[in-house]
């Protein structure tokens, strides 16, 4: 099993660049997130998704923030437009979300993006 | 209202020495309990969870943690650490909010292991 993988591993863009960053994740997982970790805020999640539905994006921070599922093997998440603020490192993750036992989380090693 | 606490932000101790960190939450009812651990530069591996039953559960790498539900604490602990146990330590606790389950983080414990 590859484990979570996600791309780019390290993304730099200059303020007002579109960014997206890809998630794949483990087979046969049902749920997905995306987290967003700074020295200041530490581990924040973003978003969740179950077989490909958003269920929560209340910790989405702006409308600037988007992400989408298209299939049960890919995700993104957008920012447009980027700001200095967005630069943190990103974390998908996935779980097999076995109803009433286990909630345990698989991570990515994680996109690290600086916007400038 | 429900809370994560990791009380200590950075502990240094001797390579071989004993390792508690600690791990609070507030919630009403008992939780689901996670350890995950940081190495630099990479994502979060799950050290050991608790759902229910025996209240030592053990994990990988020779860490174990005791829930405590009258402390309604979460405490990692290891009898002897190895330098490459040098990382960020994160205790989760899955709680419901608004009628979804979510996975929240405590801030964090650095480790730093002095040789």
């Known amino acids: 099993d590859a484990g979570v993988i996600q791309s780019p591993r390290h993304e730099v863009t200059e303020m007002g660049q579109e960014v997206t960053l890809r998630c794949k994740p483990i087979?046969?997982?049902?749920?997905l997130f995306w987290y967003r970790q700074t020295m200041m805020r530490g581990l924040e999640l973003l978003i969740y998704?179950?077989?490909?539905?958003?269920?929560?994006d209340s910790g989405m921070p702006e409308d600037r923030f988007s992400a989408k599922m298209p299939n049960a093997s890919f995700s993104t998440l957008k920012i447009q437009p980027s700001e200095p603020r967005d630069s943190a490192v990103y974390f998908c993750?996935?779980?097999?979300?076995?109803?009433?036992?286990?909630?345990?989380?698989?991570f990515g090693p994680g996109t690290r993006l600086t916007v400038t | 209202a429900q809370s994560v606490t990791q009380p200590d932000i950075h502990i240094t101790v001797s390579e071989g020495a004993s390792l508690e960190l600690r791990c609070n939450y507030s919630?009403?009812?008992?939780?689901?309990l996670f350890w995950y651990v940081q190495s630099p530069g990479q994502g979060l591996q799950l050290l050991l969870k608790?759902?229910?039953?025996?209240?030592l559960v053990q994990g990988i790498k020779g860490f174990e943690a005791e829930f405590k539900r009258s402390q309604s604490s979460f405490n990692l602990r290891k009898p002897s650490v190895h330098w490459s146990d040098a990382a960020e330590y994160f205790c989760?606790?899955?709680?419901?909010?608004?009628?979804?389950?979510?996975?929240?983080f405590g801030q964090g414990t650095r480790l730093t292991i002095n040789p």
């Open positions: 993750a996935s779980s097999p979300r076995l109803a009433g036992s286990s909630y345990e989380q698989y």
């Open positions: 087979s046969g997982h049902n749920s």
């Open positions: 608790y759902f229910s039953g025996d209240t």
């Open positions: 919630y009403g009812a008992t939780p689901y």
């Open positions: 989760a606790v899955v709680f419901l909010i608004q009628g979804a389950q979510k996975l929240v």
């Open positions: 998704f179950n077989n490909n539905v958003p269920i929560d």
